[in-house]
């Protein structure tokens, strides 16, 4: 089993910053991806950001490309969300994802992962 802790949300007026984090415990030792998914209220969970755990490659959504940064620390088994210049759509609840079975070599889908995190509230004020 593996265990995700999120970290970081909050209230922020647009144009702010807010950096989420995610501790991942447990059975850690294969771990291909993590990700970052947002889900605001009334629509379906999105994909945010992923970074593959031994490459370090990085993608993002078009609607985040250039504010947002993720990036790992492998010893901490932690990954981290850096959200710059906040707008009101970014709020939603922020999900943190690791995948530990699938391995896919862009893992942008709800299903390449196989862990959640518990969602970490993100309110941006205009």
């Known amino acids: 089993q593996v265990q995700l802790v999120e970290s970081g949300g909050g209230l922020v007026q647009a144009g702010g910053s807010l950096r989420l984090s995610c501790a991942a415990s447990?059975?850690?030792?294969?771990?291909?991806?993590m990700g970052w998914f947002r889900q605001a209220p009334g629509k379906e969970r999105e994909f945010v950001a992923c970074?593959?755990?031994?490459?370090?490659?990085?993608y993002y959504a078009v609607s985040v490309k250039g504010r947002f940064t993720i990036s790992r620390d492998n010893a901490k088994n932690t990954v981290y969300l850096q959200m710059n210049n906040l707008k009101p759509e970014d709020t939603a609840v922020y999900y943190c994802?690791?995948?530990?079975?699938?391995?896919?070599?862009?893992?942008?889908?709800?299903?390449?992962?196989?862990?959640w995190g518990q969602g970490t509230q993100v309110t941006v004020s205009s």
């Open positions: 447990g059975r850690t030792f294969i771990t291909y991806a």
């Open positions: 970074i593959r755990w031994s490459s370090g490659n990085t």
């Open positions: 994802a690791l995948d530990r079975n699938r391995g896919a070599p862009t893992p942008i889908r709800k299903y390449e992962y196989d862990s």
